[in-house]
């Protein structure tokens, strides 16, 4: 462990502000950025009356641990796979360093981005342990996940933690795109008198949100397999839901919308341009729900992540109530 001076920001200006401080040299290489709730804790070298044109409010001292030996690449580590980005060259340089880290025991290469009906990408073998399959561990929850058939990334690990703070006991969760299950489980576990219905159409991912319901000891979740559309059939005053498949989630309002309690809470999640974030896919939500006899009201919007130049993963919770309520 070793001390460092670091600025705070906000997750949605962390990229922006961290090419600022490489071009004013004040980053500090050798440490990793921090995450702590919907911050970013940025290491730099120097104090902050002397980084310039920079209006960081709040400046700290804290303890990191050294990061992986400055693998000179783009890498995502799941469990005890490290994948590295498609776009990387020099790969098996890349490989053998990551390889000196305990931790790490297999390297792969994305060859493809995210896509498909299921949300994967095609994987090369690289480096170490020739195997696809890991145990991930996140927010005192732990994950079993074939990273080449499921769709996951752990960079949304704040934000399950964010949602899953709001639920309590004797609510009724729909998690309506579960994949493996990384909100299904952490709420289920967090709020164990909670009921947590989990619907994935992906076969695979099923099979490893069973086990990893049974990983966690976990009773209180109902695991259905297939369309969304049709499996929410039978489901009423729902809580919360989640809606997170953000490419095609506005095509499953109306289901959703069916099955909401009145004053539930419907967490969704979208891909949106910069030059109109939240507006435009919020209108569309409101004309499905007035059709629907339901009135919404804006309760959050938010930035989740960077998805590519110029678009954003973003999330807007809205509160679902009956127009004549």
């Known amino acids: 462990m070793k001390e460092s001076l670091c600025i705070r920001v906000h997750r949605s200006e962390g990229e922006s502000i961290r090419k600022k401080l490489v071009d004013l040299c004040v980053l500090n290489m050798d440490l990793k950025i921090r995450s702590i709730g919907e911050y970013l804790l940025i290491p730099v070298t120097a104090r902050l009356e002397e980084i310039g044109e920079l209006t960081i409010d709040i ?3 804290l303890e990191y641990e050294r990061p992986l030996a400055q693998a000179p690449g783009a890498y995502e580590l799941i469990g005890d796979i490290a994948i590295i980005d498609q776009h990387e060259v020099n790969v098996e340089d890349i490989a053998k360093i990551l390889l000196q880290h305990k931790n790490i025991k297999t390297v792969l290469q994305a060859k493809s981005a995210v896509s498909g009906e299921y949300r994967t990408r095609e994987l090369e073998f690289i480096a170490g342990e020739k195997k696809n399959e890991t145990v991930y561990r996140e927010n005192g929850c732990r994950y079993l996940l074939d990273v080449s058939k499921v769709y996951f990334t752990p960079r949304l690990s704040t934000e399950r933690m964010r949602i899953a703070e709001q639920v309590k006991d004797g609510e009724k969760i729909v998690d309506m795109f579960a994949g493996i299950g ?9 709020s164990p008198g909670a009921q947590v219905i989990s619907i994935d159409k992906n076969p695979v991912a099923i099979k490893y949100l069973r086990e990893n319901a049974k990983l966690n000891k976990l009773g209180n979740i109902e695991i259905k397999e297939g369309d969304a559309h049709e499996e ?9 839901i989640i809606m997170n498949l953000p490419h095609s989630a506005i095509e499953f309002i109306d289901a959703a919308l069916g099955i909401i309690n009145n004053g539930g809470i419907i967490h969704f999640y979208a891909i949106s341009h910069e030059d109109d974030l939240f507006e435009g896919i919020f209108k569309v939500i409101e ?3 007035a059709r629907t006899g339901f009135r919404v009201i804006s309760l959050d919007k938010r930035i989740v992540r960077p998805y590519a130049p110029y678009q954003y993963n973003v999330c807007i919770e809205f509160r679902v109530v009956s127009r004549q309520g």
């Open 232 to 240: 929410v059939s039978g489901i009423s005053d729902a809580d919360h």
């Open 59 to 61: 400046f700290e001292v």
């Open 182 to 190: 990384p909100f299904s489980i952490l709420i289920a576990k967090r």
């Open 287 to 289: 004309e499905h729900a």
